[in-house]
């Protein structure tokens, strides 16, 4: 069955960087298209970005547009953030979910917490 | 980028009880492009509802989504105690890809 698990999360001081994964199994990764979704404590949902199977098309989100990149590898049927110049505001748990065409995210992995703090 | 507005910010019912809310937005969501999400506490969001009306595997048929253009409503036809949760709007016809602020249903 499907199957994905984030990992990287952790507490950092603000201004400071983080690498989030999220492996991926169960399924054809480089297929699909994948998107990081977070969650700041006690909010919404806030949709990050996505990226195509073959890397070719990427988007983000307004707020975190030039501070995020995301990025794959395919061989590893891995997904990563890089999440730089980190505030307080980005504290929340970050979600990878797998997009099927016209169907939305139909599978989620359980997050990976970020807290930035000094 | 399209804002999605979800309407109540939370209802209060008893099951057995009829659920409808609202997910309202700013400009026409392409294809009906929107979906919605149970989550519950300490859980990740899960796929109910895609391209407005299509129930996802699994769910219940007491669950129904309908809407096209900008105004968008999904139904729960008897609430059972399982069902009493956050519920979010998303559309995905046009880039950024957005949700709504989400629908608690809770338990009178």
């Known amino acids: 069955q499907v199957q994905l698990v984030e990992s990287g999360g952790g507490l950092v001081k603000p201004g400071g960087s983080l690498r989030l994964s999220c492996a991926a199994s169960g399924f054809s990764f480089s297929d699909y298209y994948m998107n990081w979704v977070r969650q700041a404590p006690g909010k919404g949902l806030e949709w990050l970005s996505y990226i195509s199977g073959s890397s070719t098309t990427i988007y983000y989100a307004h707020s975190v547009r030039g501070r995020f990149t995301v990025s794959r590898d395919n061989a590893k049927n891995s997904l990563y953030l890089q999440v730089n110049s980190l505030r307080a505001e980005d504290t929340a748990v970050y979600y990878c979910a797998r997009a099927v065409s016209a169907v939305g995210l139909d599978s989620w992995g359980q997050g990976t917490l970020v807290t930035v703090s000094s | 980028e399209i804002v999605l507005t979800q309407s109540p910010g939370t209802l209060s019912l008893s099951p057995g009880e009829r659920a409808t809310f609202s997910c309202r937005a700013s400009q026409s969501v392409s294809h009906r492009y929107l979906a919605w999400y149970q989550q519950k506490p300490g859980q990740a969001p899960r796929l109910f509802i895609y391209g407005a009306s299509s129930r996802a595997t699994g769910i219940p048929e007491r669950f129904s989504g309908s809407g096209s253009g900008t105004d968008f409503t999904l139904t729960i036809s008897r609430l059972e105690p399982e069902d009493f949760a956050v519920y979010y709007c998303?559309?995905?016809?046009?880039?950024?890809?957005?949700f709504g602020q989400g629908t608690k249903v809770e338990i009178k």
């Open positions: 998303q559309q995905y016809g046009s880039s950024p890809w957005t």
